[in-house]
């Protein structure tokens, strides 16, 4: 159609699917757009999980996971396969989310085009491009390049104006994770056999405390991820205490836990749930460990107190709300933050009530605007 605006929305790992399948949503419904998507297959099973539940069918797959892939030869590949996507799309913008090694190459691969890019989830910082690694340099150099950065919250709009970013580029959007939430609760609620199930688990752990686990951070890898399984056998040794872990399909995780929790009473490791059974999870989980940047974001949502086993956060917010703490990866530390909360009645409260800092579920909607404003 004459007048609309091409957009080439690029991804390739679970978590930048989830928070993008409702900017893709708003984006085939509004006139003003033909939407295309290109996913890169940077994850194979956990990507396809979220593309199924959000009925998103790519016009582009580039399929190219390779077992225990390494950064630079994943980077190759991304760069040289999106470029190509790229130039048969032509698109007016390309569209990418948050850090990761597809996000970035995106941006990369789109910058050596001069197409502008716009930035979902932009202006996060940690301070430190250690941690997390090595996504706190890929949102830096994508935050180099885009023309328009759709930041989640206040303080995310002033980490860009910090450095300098045009401030007539950067808006405050929200985070389309809220979004997403919103949405697959609402699923859930019309057609509650979507997250049935966990429904064996639930039964095998009747009166118990669950425990929900997720790990899988680069930087953790190693020593991080013994001490993680220390704790989480520690605290799974209270009698009133499960812990229902779905393990990340990468192999650095899998063989530390299989090695360390196999066997373990009360510790379920089970396959990467799909979006609403995680949903499930979240929602009977009396705490959750993580290490992850979504499930930071969507615990303080439900009300929900969650032990970041991180060194530093980019996503202050939720501990500002008083949901989330810092805990690190010291085992003794984890342990004793979750003990406190499982013995401590009111401070269980305290941490356990719902604040949304990162968004009231109208960020899609927003970023649709603003691509029509800017081009
Ligand atoms: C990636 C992102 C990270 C993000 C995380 C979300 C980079 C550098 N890392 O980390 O920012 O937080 O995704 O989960 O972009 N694997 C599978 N099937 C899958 C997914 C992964 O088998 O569906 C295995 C493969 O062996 C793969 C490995 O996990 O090689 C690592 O995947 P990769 O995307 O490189 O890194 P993640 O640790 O998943
Ligand atoms: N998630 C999921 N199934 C799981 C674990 C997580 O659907 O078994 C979802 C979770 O709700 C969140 C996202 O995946 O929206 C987070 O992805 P991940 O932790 O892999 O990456 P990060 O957010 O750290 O980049």
């Known amino acids: 159609m004459p007048g609309t605006k091409r957009i080439l929305t ?45 009925e998103i069918v790519p016009h582009h797959d580039l399929d190219l996971m390779q077992p225990d892939q390494t950064l630079d030869a994943l980077t190759a590949r991304l760069l040289t396969g999106l ?38 989830e932009a202006g996060l910082r940690s301070g430190n ?7 706190e340099v890929n949102r830096k150099v994508i935050g180099s390049i885009a023309a328009l950065h759709c930041a989640p919250t ?33 699923r859930i609620e019309a057609q509650p056999e979507l997250a049935g199930g966990l429904a064996e688990l ?8 669950i425990i929900g686990v997720t790990t899988h951070r680069r930087e953790n890898f190693g020593e991080g991820m013994q001490a993680i399984a220390a704790a989480i056998r520690r605290l799974a040794a209270r009698p009133e205490v499960a812990v229902i ?4 399909l990468n192999p650095n995780v899998r063989a530390v836990m299989e090695q360390e929790l196999a066997g373990v009473e009360d510790v379920a490791m089970i396959e990467p749930l799909d979006y609403p059974h995680f949903a499930r999870l979240l929602s009977i989980a009396h705490l959750i460990l ?47 933050e979750a003990n406190r909360l499982l013995d401590d009645q009111q401070a269980w409260l305290e941490m356990s009530r719902a604040h949304n800092p990162f968004g009231d579920g109208k960020s899609a909607a927003r970023i649709c605007d603003l691509l029509c404003e800017h081009s």
């Open 202 to 209: 639930e039964k095998r752990f009747a009166g118990k405390r």
């Open 129 to 135: 491009i250690y941690h997390p690694w090595p996504e």
């Open 245 to 248: 872990f779905p393990v990340h």
């Open 290 to 336: 993580t290490d992850s940047g979504g499930v930071q974001e969507e615990a303080p949502a439900l009300g929900k107190p969650v032990l970041v086993m991180r060194e530093t956060t980019e996503r202050p917010e939720g501990v500002e709300a008083g949901t989330a703490k810092l805990v690190g990866t010291d085992a003794d530390t984890i342990v004793a």
């Open 154 to 186: 206040v303080t995310a709009r002033e980490a860009l104006l910090a450095e300098n970013t045009d401030p007539g580029t950067v808006h405050v959007t929200g985070n389309t994770v809220i979004d997403a939430l919103q949405w697959i609760s609402a």
């Open 10 to 54: 690029i991804f390739g790992t679970r978590p930048e699917a989830i928070k993008l399948f409702p900017l893709l949503h708003a984006l085939e419904a509004d006139g003003r757009f033909d939407s295309r998507i290109c996913v890169s297959g940077q994850h194979r099973g956990m990507l396809d999980q979220v593309l199924q539940i959000a």
């Open 83 to 120: 470029g190509e996507i790229m130039d048969r799309e032509q698109p007016d913008w390309v569209v990418v989310q948050g850090d990761t090694a597809t996000a970035m190459a995106g941006a990369m691969a789109a910058y050596y085009r001069k197409i502008p890019v716009t930035h979902v």
